[in-house]
Structures are given as structure tokens and as C-alpha cells.
């Protein structure tokens, strides 16, 4: 991945340990951060060259709070807060001002940049006829599913148990909430009867049977890789 | 008792005694007026034809034989045998058994030794009267009503006894209208008196209801010289006291926040430091290096302490709950998934499986986002420490008819029967509670425990079945439930 295609950060941290850590971090996720240590510095900085901003709250020169409200009048780009004070009234203040995150320090470097993708996610607003996920494509029109562009034959309870899951890829459901979905009230059966759905659609996937997880606790997850 | 009903029981006390006098009096004159009116009646007849018996034979005459007038009154025997002069005895008179009337000269001298005698200074005090009345004692109420008849030498005045009479029927329209006027002017009286007393009492206790706690002080227009002033001069002094002791408080109460809240700050960034080190430490490891279990031993320990820190924080939050506490609307799914990112990177180094299963609906809390967040982050905390290496730990989250239900479950070693009671019921400043994980049951349990509460949410912790693990559940009321998605935010 070129700099250019990498998704560009703007880090604004005063303290140059943390600063140092988190800007290497963001380097090592793909990244392409740009760390400023001063409030004031990062004041007249343009927006428009970046896709998200890390703000450190208490800084030198200009409080976070204020280069959030400055640089809302000019920008909707996502801000995620970052400050050492777990304060109620801290964060309201900052999602008024419209900050679009808050983490408290101390966090994980994993923490900070599950939160920046979670910001630059796109929501999906087109709805879509088909949904891909991995080798599996299923088209929601047609009632069809392919694994590698080969038709697999699915019932109709076994079509609906496998798009809940698509609709929601990487995420594991219930099984109380799939048996409620797929089976539905007017249809007999519990979560026994789910297992075994799970069971069948797992055979007839074949090669792309690995995509579908078993969560303990929870019930069933489909995963975009094999 | 209300201030209201003694006043009540004090006009009442005072009343009834005035009443009484006054009926007593009232009677008096009634009696007065009936001994008047009876001597003047007997005058009249008694001038109008003076008896013969006190002409003829006024050293033994008695008066007529037959009954007095009126009813009420009657003349009596001769003085009884105890007012008969005994020989050798002083002179005593007794009370007329029956009617009585004897006969007396100018100078009110009689010749009958029976007659009682006229003291002296009554006789210069009634001079030229026609008809008067004597008490026959101080404490007699009987008496003598002396009338001029001027019949003979000896006739000059007719003495007749009456006694007094048993009851004298009194006018009840004079009476009634006696006790309304009394009453009236006691009413009035009594009300004059105490509706002011009554109005300020009720200002002063609205004044003192309505306070503030920041300045609880009643209006200087209260404090006049009198009790009540007095009292209100002693709230003020009282408030002036408790205002500065609140001020106090407060000022060291702030001090210490501020001290706990700088304290965390000043932690969290070196621990956030040391974590993103140890981190890349780690990765950098090569998986057989002898360095590589104490690298994750610090990790962990890291994790800990950052936890440890952020419980710190929330515990100071929750000892000020009724200054601090701020609910808003919170989506409890989203919150969910920022605990999920908080700790995937714990789990995957304890190599623990950790999930988190949403139903993808906005579920709407009231509540205060750092304590709650704090809450369900300590339970998860708590699950991923205690299950061993390639354990489980999953969170659910599912709303029902206003309800939501969050689960945290575990395949960990669970909580001993016997503890499970003692975990249920601690408080934040149990001893207990201090220990430090695994010895300890950790200080996050009873933050969470104390967060619902707060919250008035239920927390139940309950041991699957046998060698399963712990499941925590939280359970509370939805403010409101949207259809699938984030666009319903």
C-alpha cells in the first residue's frame, strides 16, 4: 500500500512518550499519521488533508475542547478524544461540541485503532440484492447461494439461517436471536434445531464451510476469510 | 403538640372559669334583684296595714301566722333552740326555722328579746330609706328586710327574716346573651391575640422549608425582638454554621477529587506508555524466547494497574454520587463495542475466546456512560482474568419489552457457593473487596454492583452448572428500542 492510498491521521498529543508510541502504532496499522504536539500548531492546520483526528484534550497553546469547536465550523471529519480524564461531563461536552469519539487513557494500541476504523467505516446507505462475504455470495432477490461460483442448494430455513449471518459479517449472533429470525414463531423448533440447520449448511458449503463459527456462549458467526 | 392547640386549650382554660364568674355573678344580681323586689312587695303591705300583733303585743309578736309571699322566700320560726339565750350562756341567734318578724322602735331597739339586733352603722347608713336589706352575717346569706311602718312607739319598724332563696329561676335570654357577649369578646380577644403569633409561626416555617442548603437563612424581616425572632435569629445562626461547615467540606472534598482525578491523570499516560511498549516488546519477542512469559506477565500486570486506576477514579465518582452522578441517553450497544475493543487485546494475550453477541439495535439507556462503561468494563475484566488459558468469555445483549438483559458468561472456575452470597452483598468498603485478584474478589464486582444500583438496575451473579463457569447478569429498564441499524440513531 502506497502513502497515498493509506487513510491519513492526524495525531495532536502534547506528552512525547505517549505521542512517540501511539504515532509509531498508527504507523504499524497502515496509518499515515501526522503527529503535532502543540495546540496552537495544530490550529491552523487544514482539515481537508485528513481522514480522522486523534486529539489529546489538555494540551499547551489551545485546549482540545477548543480546537474541536474551531475546527467543527470548518470540517465534519471524525474526531476521536483522548484524554486521561474519565469525566462524565467531559465527554458530554465533547460529543456537544461534536466529537464523534472519547477513549480514556490508559488503552491498548489494539484499542486506538479498532476505534479509528470503527470512525472511517463507511456506512453502507445503497441496499444491496447480493451479499459477498469471502467465497460466499448470496443473492437476497433470487433466494440463490454460491461458494466459488458453484450453486449450492439450500433450503428456505437454511437460506434465511446463512444471509442473517452475511448481513452481519465478523459479528457472532444468538442463538435466541437466529432461532427467533430463522425460525420464527410460527415455525417449531429451538436452538437444538438450529444447530442442526448449522450442521447441514456446513456440509453443503463444502470448502467454505470454515467461514461459518461456532462461538461458545453465543451461537454462530460467518468470517470474510476460510 | 401543635402550637395551634395549646393556644386552643389555653382560651379554653381561660374561658371556662370566666364563665363561671360570670354566672355566678350574674345569679348574684338575679338574687339581688329578687330580695328587692319581695322586701318592697312585703313593704307595701306591710305600710298599707301594719300588722295589729306589732302594735298590741311588740315584745312577743312574731309576725302573721300564715305564708309569705312569693314562694321562695318564707318567713320562719322564732330563732331556733341553739340561738336561744341559755342561762349563763352568751347571747347567740340561731337561723328562723319559719317565718319571723319582729318589731322595733325608732332608735331600731326591740322589746322582744328574740329580735336580732340592728348594728349601728347600718342604721345612720339606711337612714331615711323605707325599706333596706341586712345581711344577717358575712357568711349568712339569709338577712333582715327593715321596714318603716311607724304604727306605735314600739311598731316603728317591722324587721322580717328572709332566708335566702334555694334558686331563684334565672332569665335565659339575659343569661345567653351574658355568656354570647363574653364569648364573643373572649373569641375575639383570643384571635387578636394569636392569628398574628399563628401567622408569623407559619411564615417563619415556610421561610425555614424553603431555605436553600447553600444558604439556609430566613428573611432578616422575620427577626423581630420577640421569641419568634428569637428563632428565627437561632436558624440563621445555625444555617451561618452549617454554611460554613458545608463550605468546608466541600473545599476538602474537592481537594481530594481533584488530588484522586490529577493522581489517575498523572498515571494513565506513563501506564499508557508502558502498555504500548510492553506491546511492541512483545510482538518483537520470538515465540520461544525465554523474555517472552514475563513480557506477558507485565502486560497483564499493566492491564491491572490501568484498571486499578480507572476504579479509583469511579470510586471517588460513586462516594459523591448525589453531586456527580449524570445520566444520559446511551446506547448500550455501542458502549458494548467499545468494551469489546477495550479488552480484545487482554483476551488474545491470555488467549482467551472473547465475543460479544448483538442483536443490531440501538438499545437506549438513561445512564451515566464513565460509570456504566466502568461496570460492564469490570465484569468483563473480571471474566477474562479468572477463565484459564483458552477459556471462554462471551457478552450478550438482548432487549425485550422495555428490558434489556446483558449477559456475562464465562467457563472459568466460577465463584464458591458459599462466597457467592458474601459477593452479592458487599459493599465498595468492604474489606473484602481490597484484596488483589486472585486472592481477593477485586474492587470491580462491587463498583459494578454498586453502578446498578445506582442505576437501579439488577445484578445477579449465578454459577452454571457444574464446572461451567460464572454468568453475571444485568438487567434494567430500556428508555427506548429503534428498528436494526445505526441510521436509527
Not at chain 1, 492526524?10 to 496499522?29: F, M, T
Request: hydrophobic share 40%; glycine share 8%; proline share 5%.
Amino acid at each position: 500500500m502506497t502513502s497515498s492510498e493509506r487513510q491519513r491521521i492526524l495525531l495532536v498529543e502534547d506528552d512525547p512518550q505517549l505521542g512517540q508510541e501511539i504515532h509509531r502504532g498508527l504507523g504499524v496499522a497502515g496509518f499515515d499519521a501526522r503527529w503535532v504536539q502543540d495546540g496552537s500548531e495544530a490550529w491552523g492546520l487544514k482539515l481537508e488533508d485528513f481522514d480522522l483526528v486523534v486529539l489529546d484534550l489538555m494540551l499547551p497553546g489551545v485546549h482540545g475542547f477548543d480546537l474541536l469547536a474551531h475546527w467543527r465550523e470548518q470540517s465534519d471529519i471524525p474526531v476521536l478524544l483522548l484524554t486521561a480524564r474519565n469525566e462524565t461531563a467531559d465527554k458530554l461536552r465533547a460529543f456537544s461540541l461534536g466529537g464523534d469519539d472519547y477513549l480514556t487513557k490508559p488503552f491498548w494500541p489494539e484499542e486506538l485503532v479498532a476505534r479509528i476504523h470503527a470512525r472511517l467505516r463507511r456506512p453502507v446507505l445503497a441496499r444491496n440484492d447480493s451479499l459477498t462475504v469471502g467465497a460466499l455470495v448470496l443473492d437476497l432477490r433470487g433466494r440463490s447461494c454460491t461458494v466459488d461460483g458453484e450453486k449450492v442448494e439450500l433450503t428456505r430455513v437454511e437460506f434465511d439461517f446463512l444471509s442473517e449471518l452475511c448481513r452481519r459479517p465478523g459479528e457472532a449472533m444468538s442463538r435466541e436471536i437466529l432461532v427467533e429470525k430463522v425460525l420464527g414463531a410460527d415455525r417449531e423448533g429451538n436452538e437444538r434445531t438450529l444447530d442442526v440447520h448449522a450442521s447441514r449448511i456446513r456440509k453443503k458449503l463444502k470448502g467454505a464451510a470454515s467461514q461459518m463459527e461456532t462461538v461458545w456462549g453465543i451461537g454462530y458467526r460467518i468470517r470474510d476469510r476460510r | 403538640m401543635k402550637l395551634r392547640v395549646k393556644l386552643s386549650l389555653s382560651l379554653a382554660l381561660l374561658a371556662i372559669p370566666s364563665f363561671m364568674l360570670i354566672g355566678w355573678f350574674r345569679h348574684g344580681i338575679e338574687v339581688r334583684g329578687h330580695r328587692v323586689r319581695i322586701a318592697e312587695r312585703l313593704s307595701d303591705r306591710l305600710q298599707e296595714r301594719p300588722p295589729r300583733g306589732c302594735v298590741m303585743r311588740p315584745e312577743t309578736w312574731k309576725g302573721p301566722k300564715r305564708r309569705g309571699p312569693g314562694g321562695v322566700w318564707r318567713f320562719g320560726p322564732p330563732f331556733s333552740e341553739g340561738s336561744r339565750r341559755k342561762a349563763g350562756g352568751p347571747k347567740r341567734r340561731g337561723r328562723p326555722k319559719r317565718r319571723a318578724m319582729y318589731a322595733y322602735n325608732r332608735d331600731f331597739v326591740s322589746v322582744n328579746p328574740a329580735a336580732p339586733r340592728v348594728p349601728r352603722s347600718k342604721i345612720e347608713a339606711q337612714e331615711g330609706g323605707r325599706v333596706w336589706f341586712e345581711k344577717t352575717g358575712y357568711f349568712q346569706r339569709d338577712g333582715m328586710v327593715y321596714v318603716k311602718v311607724a304604727a306605735s312607739p314600739e311598731c316603728q319598724y317591722i324587721g322580717v327574716y328572709l332566708r335566702h332563696p334555694k334558686w331563684v329561676s334565672l332569665d335565659p335570654v339575659g343569661i345567653l346573651e351574658t355568656l354570647a357577649f363574653v364569648f364573643g369578646i373572649s373569641t375575639l380577644t383570643g384571635l387578636l391575640a394569636s392569628l398574628p403569633v399563628l401567622r408569623r409561626v407559619s411564615r417563619l416555617t415556610r421561610e425555614m422549608g424553603n431555605a436553600s442548603e447553600e444558604h439556609p437563612q430566613v428573611p432578616v424581616s422575620l427577626e423581630c425582638s420577640d421569641e419568634l425572632g428569637d428563632m428565627a435569629r437561632s436558624f440563621n445562626q445555625l444555617g451561618n454554621r452549617v454554611q460554613r461547615n458545608f463550605k468546608t467540606l466541600a473545599r476538602r472534598d474537592e481537594a481530594l477529587r481533584s488530588h484522586v482525578a490529577n493522581t489517575s491523570h498523572d498515571l494513565a499516560i506513563p501506564l499508557t506508555v508502558i502498555q504500548h511498549r510492553l506491546r511492541r516488546a512483545l510482538e518483537q519477542c520470538d515465540d520461544a524466547a525465554a523474555l517472552r512469559p514475563d513480557l506477558k506477565a507485565a502486560l497483564e500486570e499493566s492491564a491491572y494497574m490501568a484498571s486499578l486506576v480507572r476504579n479509583l477514579n469511579v470510586s471517588t465518582k460513586l462516594e459523591a454520587q448525589d453531586i456527580y452522578f449524570e445520566a444520559t441517553s446511551l446506547d448500550l450497544e455501542e458502549l458494548l463495542r467499545k468494551v469489546e475493543s477495550r479488552f480484545l487485546a487482554l483476551a488474545s494475550l491470555r488467549e482467551v475466546d472473547f465475543n460479544l453477541a448483538l442483536e443490531g439495535k440501538v438499545c437506549w439507556v438513561q445512564a451515566d456512560p464513565v460509570l456504566v462503561e466502568q461496570c460492564i468494563s469490570n465484569l468483563v475484566q473480571n471474566a477474562i482474568q479468572y477463565v484459564d488459558p483458552r477459556g471462554h468469555v462471551a457478552v450478550l445483549l438482548s432487549g425485550r419489552e422495555g428490558r434489556f438483559v446483558l449477559r456475562v458468561i464465562d467457563d472459568g472456575p466460577g465463584i464458591p457457593d458459599g462466597l457467592l452470597s458474601q459477593v452479592q452483598q458487599m459493599g465498595i468498603r468492604d474489606k473484602e473487596v481490597r484484596g488483589r485478584h486472585p486472592e481477593g474478589l477485586g474492587l470491580g464486582l462491587s463498583i459494578a454492583k454498586q453502578v446498578c444500583e445506582l442505576h437501579h438496575w439488577s445484578l445477579e451473579l449465578r454459577n452454571r452448572s457444574p464446572e461451567q463457569g460464572l454468568e453475571v447478569q444485568i438487567q434494567g429498564r430500556m428508555t427506548r428500542e429503534s428498528g436494526e441499524g445505526k441510521g436509527a440513531k
